[in-house]
């Protein structure tokens, strides 16, 4: 666990306050925000991995999401087999979806990577709507509760270890990229992909790479997910707003940092739990009025404050060092 | 269709319907694809709010019939006006700060300005789905062998002729010059005297009031609701990049493509299963034609 003393105080805080509150609180309702807050924050990571660390902007990473999602509870409900070697499954399906993406970020930059990669979600999205003999199509499927850690069958403290553990997987890849002789190459081809070859860098190859491992990442955490909240249905597993989430909590907490999407989390994620409570009573529901704010927090972040809530932390820091 | 069997009367009356659904579809789509192809031809911005102000339109046709029953055919004349203020607003307010940004930067504010603009809806109008029923619908013409109702020949004609004016107005007169001149270069056309950021914000006005009057147009042909803008934006992106995004004509060609892939996928595979065949013709052109079937190849490895 080296890889969260060594000059991480803020990530020590964040996993470490995650890791005791359970223990302290009991309270249902809280341990559920938390359970998502990390959830979210993982997926983030993972999408991260590919947007932030290697510059290939999807907004088509619920299609990863939705195959772990979709293999996880499809294993438990049609073949009767545990969620995890359901998650395994989808692993290795993300890791060939993933390679083919990655493939097309080789040839396609900017806007055309993203809108290629719109494109694929919506393709998954139409098929598994209409392969309704196995996936039950647009009606989705409840994932039935066992209890037992074999089942991720578990109950909320449990669960908050399930996510904290996946969130610390993300964020160790993530720390990984910042340390590793890969990780500086890969900074070197999202910076100057043309120079970055001239020195030598393959930078195909670790643009896919990327790619893959990002895909993977945000399969397990689809995985979990499923189990977690036990119902799968195409339209939300698969949609552009989920894709656009995952994006968005790297952007307000710091792309290409390792504990920004954490940060982003953290604030979206309890944003979205309060509003829920304030807004309940309202006859079209919170979802739009959370959604207004959430849009207009991601033009204005990405206008005023581009680094995220992670680089003005490290521009105050670096000022208090200075003075 | 077998296509071993000699085309029988049967066949060829299919065909004519088939071809006649192609071209009333393509019609309307080049309007929708028109505004986007112009403002990232010119601004060099993937507008990913497109649909959104599609979708705006198609309210604006919901509440005039709905309160006034106003015709949407009427209506479709002072949404222009107004979709070209709504265009000018959404420049100042969003887009002008980012028109120099990194695409990154770009791509999420307009992804965000979707996200606000769909959940406006949302809050103000719920999430149900709404109809446009003006009597032209029932109304079916014949033409030979091919049927098809009057709504759906009034939108095609009047796509058509906004479509025509919009490439006439950028090819004959000094502002549609001037627009062009900045899309080939932004540097020299200010060195020339060109107020950019007038041209920027023309250009947005321009291209919404086009998707607006396009939304206003397609009310009556499917249902109204927040999110009705993702499928038609969609489908955009597709005859867009076939085009060769920024090509006007191409747009044009390409929508006769795109629809000519929906309606004969519909006719031979069944309607739910249309979609994927266009987006599966999106990441085969993104793959071998990025830039578009008769763009210059290159443009999609400079990111734009």
């Given at each position: ?154 109950g909320h403290v449990g669960w908050v270890y399930m996510a904290l553990g996946a969130a610390l997987l993300c964020y160790r890849v993530e720390v990984y990229l910042e340390r590793s002789r890969i990780g500086y190459q890969l900074a070197g081809v999202r910076e100057d992909e043309d120079a970055a070859e001239a020195l030598g860098i393959p930078a ?120 | ?304």
């Amino acid at each position: 666990m080296s890889f969260l003393v060594r000059s991480r105080r803020g990530a020590l805080v964040v996993f470490g306050l995650a890791a005791v509150t359970p223990l302290v609180v009991r309270d249902a309702y809280f341990l559920d925000s938390l359970v998502l807050i990390l959830l979210w924050g993982a997926l983030s990571a993972a999408w991260n991995v590919a947007g932030g660390y290697a510059g290939q902007v999807s907004i088509g990473h619920a299609s990863f999401f939705g195959i772990g999602a979709y293999a996880a509870a499809l294993m438990v409900t049609r073949f009767g087999r545990g969620p995890w070697l359901g998650m395994l499954v989808g692993v290795v399906l993300s890791i060939g979806a993933g390679f083919i993406i990655g493939l097309l970020s080789n040839r396609l930059k900017g806007p055309y990577f993203a809108l290629s990669t719109i494109a694929f979600s919506q393709v998954l999205l139409i098929g598994v709507s209409r392969w309704r003999g196995f996936t039950a199509g647009g009606e989705g499927i409840p994932v039935p509760f066992r209890p037992g850690f074999a089942t991720l069958g578990l109950g909320h403290v449990g669960w908050v270890y399930m996510a904290l553990g996946a969130a610390l997987l993300c964020y160790r890849v993530e720390v990984y990229l910042e340390r590793s002789r890969i990780g500086y190459q890969l900074a070197g081809v999202r910076e100057d992909e043309d120079a970055a070859e001239a020195l030598g860098i393959p930078a195909r190859r670790l643009k896919v790479f990327a790619v893959t491992l990002s895909a993977a990442l945000t399969s397990v955490c689809g995985s979990l997910w499923a189990q977690y909240v036990g119902f799968v249905d195409p339209t939300y597993v698969f949609s552009v707003d989920l894709s656009v989430r995952f994006a968005l909590n790297a952007i307000i907490g710091g792309m290409g940092t390792a504990l920004g999407p954490y940060l982003g989390s953290i604030l979206i994620t309890s944003l979205e739990t309060y509003l829920r409570a304030t807004f309940s009573g309202v006859k079209t529901g919170f979802a739009g009025i959370y959604l207004i704010i959430y849009g207009t927090a991601l033009i204005l972040v990405v206008r005023f404050v581009p680094e995220g809530l992670a680089g003005v932390a490290a521009r105050l820091r670096a000022r208090r060092a200075h003075a | 269709m077998d296509p071993a069997r000699p085309l029988g009367p049967a066949q060829i009356d299919v065909l004519a319907q088939l071809a006649v659904a192609t071209i009333l579809l393509g019609g309307i789509y080049a309007l929708i694809a028109v505004g986007l192809t112009l403002v990232f031809g010119i601004m060099r911005v993937v507008n990913f709010a497109h649909g959104e102000f599609l979708m705006l339109g198609m309210y604006l046709a919901f509440w005039t019939f709905t309160l006034y029953s106003a015709d949407p055919y009427v209506v479709v004349f002072v949404s222009i006006p107004v979709f070209f203020v709504v265009g000018l607003l959404s420049y100042v307010l969003v887009m002008r700060g980012v028109i120099h940004a990194s695409h990154n930067v770009q791509i999420f504010t307009t992804v965000g300005l979707s996200v606000v603009l769909q959940n406006v809806a949302l809050v103000a109008w719920s999430g149900d789905f709404r109809f446009v029923r003006p009597w032209h619908l029932s109304t079916v013409l014949r033409a030979g062998s091919t049927t098809f109702n009057l709504t759906q020949v009034v939108a095609f004609l009047i796509a058509v002729a906004l479509t025509i004016a919009l490439v006439a107005f950028m090819k004959w007169t000094h502002a549609g010059r001037v627009m062009r001149a900045t899309a080939q270069d932004r540097d020299a056309a200010t060195l020339m005297g060109i107020d950019t950021d007038r041209v920027y914000r023309l250009t947005f006005a321009i291209g919404i009031a086009a998707v607006g009057a396009a939304g206003v147009l397609v009310a009556p042909l499917y249902s109204v609701y927040p999110t009705a803008g993702l499928q038609f934006v969609l489908l955009a992106y597709v005859v867009v990049v076939l085009g060769g995004l920024g090509d006007m004509l191409g747009a044009m060609l390409g929508s006769l493509i795109v629809a000519a892939v929906e309606v004969a996928g519909s006719y031979l595979f069944g309607t739910a299963w249309k979609e994927i065949f266009y987006f599966i013709l999106f990441i085969l052109v993104l793959v071998f034609r990025p830039a578009g079937l008769f763009g210059q190849r290159g443009a999609e490895t400079l990111g734009v």
